[in-house]
């Protein structure tokens, strides 16, 4: 499965541009698109999934336009949106049921057969005679891909799956994402750097409706050598670095170390903090230090 974006704009009224000109081209595999809200990333992924046009611009998948093709394309595309509602008296066989129904699976005991299978994949069989309303928020996610994966679909868009998580549930969904892609496309939405850098292989970043950056995780990082450094200084010059009108400098992290803070920052060059102070490359450069670094510079 190939997925083509081509010259992609959606202007809202008056005047509001959710993307602009966005061109990506997405294979077999999970793929992250990374930015923070209010970048475009949701109104993207609502495109894909046949729920809003574009005002300008293409979107195929294997060749088929969705704009022109919605009903062939949803015949293919699991989704699950950033929030979604669940009946809260059903449990999750009854509700796997009732939504297999709408989207078109009419064979009871195929039906019943497949629901069994996705269950027992998101680990929720042993859950299944609960209310949905018993569910904790990552119980909930989960029930949400198992719904996304009814029919089998080779497109799977995830938008912020894991928002209020906590770490367990976050790494055990980023996990079960993982498994779910191969030869299907799984899309992953995401304002979380963990994410993308845990699970994805192929990832864009994207601010303001831009995509500003395409490309491979350490393709990213790579391009954050020598703006990643590591400063040790006295209090008084931390505060005036943390408070510095003009943002050359972002601090990433700080930790005190006696009468000392020691800071990992981000700055295009090595940043000039007079004698007293330390200021080192870090070795270790992260996505999140590139990511950092790739908003700061644009």
């Known amino acids: 499965m190939h997925i083509e974006i081509r010259s992609l704009f959606k202007t809202y009224r008056p ?30 992924m609502r495109i894909l999934a046949t729920l809003i046009d574009p005002t300008s611009g293409t979107v195929s998948v294997d060749g088929i336009d969705v704009q022109h093709n919605k009903e062939a394309i949803r015949r293919q595309l699991g ?13 999750p066989v009854e509700t796997l049921d009732y939504i297999g129904t709408l989207k078109g699976l009419p064979d009871p005991r195929e039906r019943r057969r497949r629901i069994h299978e996705i269950l027992e994949t998101v680990n929720l069989w042993e859950h299944r005679r609960r209310k ?30 894991t928002a209020g998580l906590d770490p367990e549930e976050r790494i055990r969904f980023r996990n079960l994402l993982a498994m779910m892609s191969g030869e299907r496309v799984v899309l992953l939405s995401t304002h979380i750097v963990a994410d993308v850098e845990s699970s994805c292989s192929d990832m864009a970043v994207i601010r303001k409706g831009r995509v500003i950056f395409r490309g491979a995780p350490e393709d990213l990082v790579r391009a954050a050598e020598g703006k ?10 931390f505060e005036r670095l943390r408070d510095a009108r003009e943002r050359t400098i972002t601090v990433i992290g700080a ?25 080192l490359p870090a070795p270790d450069a992260t996505l999140e230090d590139a990511y950092i670094a790739l908003m700061e510079a644009v």
């Not at 541009?17 to 109104?43: C, E, W």
């Not at 699950?80 to 809260?88: A, K, R, T, V």
């Not at 989960?142 to 799956?161: F, M, T």
Request: with cysteine.
């Open 15 to 44: 005047n509001t541009v959710a993307l602009s000109d966005v061109n990506l081209g997405i294979g077999a595999g999970m793929f992250g698109l990374l930015g923070p809200n209010g970048a475009g990333k949701t109104t993207l």
């Open 255 to 279: 930790k005190d170390s006696g009468d000392m803070v020691e800071a990992r920052v981000v700055c295009a060059g090595r940043p000039v903090l007079g004698e007293s102070a330390s200021v």
């Open 132 to 161: 949905v309303r018993e569910f904790s928020g990552g119980m909930l996610q989960r029930l949400g891909i198992a719904q996304a994966l009814l029919g089998d679909p080779r497109l799977l868009i995830v938008d912020e799956p």
């Open 228 to 237: 990643v450094w590591h400063v040790r200084c006295s209090r008084p010059v």
């Open 79 to 91: 989704y699950l949106p950033q929030s979604f509602g669940l009946y809260p008296r059903l449990n």
